[in-house]
């Protein structure tokens, strides 16, 4: 079994900064693309950012210059380092493992594909 655990959320008055973290949990053997989404009330989900198991990234333009995603892959744990934060960064934000191979004791080796936290919410006030 393997699960994800977002924490890091909560209120902050714009301007501030949170930092979203992300830890897999689990006989983790490798991670590969790390992806934080978000989904504010009423819309659809937002792709916030990704970095790659080479360390590349990509974020969403409306987060440029203000997200930093990260890695520790001996920690297993992704970040999100969100300044300068806006009220319409107001949502839910999940995390999402595109592959994850881990080891289940009667099965062996597995692949957990697309695979999401339970969330973290992000209130910005004005």
């Known amino acids: 079994q393997v699960q994800l655990v977002e924490s890091g959320g909560g209120l902050v008055q714009a301007g501030g900064s949170l930092r979203l973290s992300c830890v897999a949990s689990g006989s983790i053997l490798n991670i590969g693309t790390w992806v934080w989404y978000r989904q504010a009330l009423g819309k659809t989900r937002e792709l916030v950012a990704t970095?790659?198991?080479?360390?590349?990234?990509k974020y969403a333009d409306s987060v440029k210059g203000r997200f930093t995603i990260s890695r520790d892959n001996d920690k297993k744990t992704a970040y999100l380092q969100m300044n300068s934060l806006k009220p319409e960064d107001t949502a839910v934000y999940y995390c999402?493992?595109?592959?994850?191979?881990?080891?289940?004791?009667?099965?062996?080796?597995?692949?957990?594909?697309?695979?999401y936290g339970q969330g973290t919410q992000v209130t910005v006030s004005s």
């Open positions: 999402n493992a595109d592959r994850m191979l881990f080891t289940d004791p009667t099965m062996g080796v597995r692949e957990a594909v697309d695979y």
């Open positions: 970095i790659t198991s080479g360390g590349d990234t």
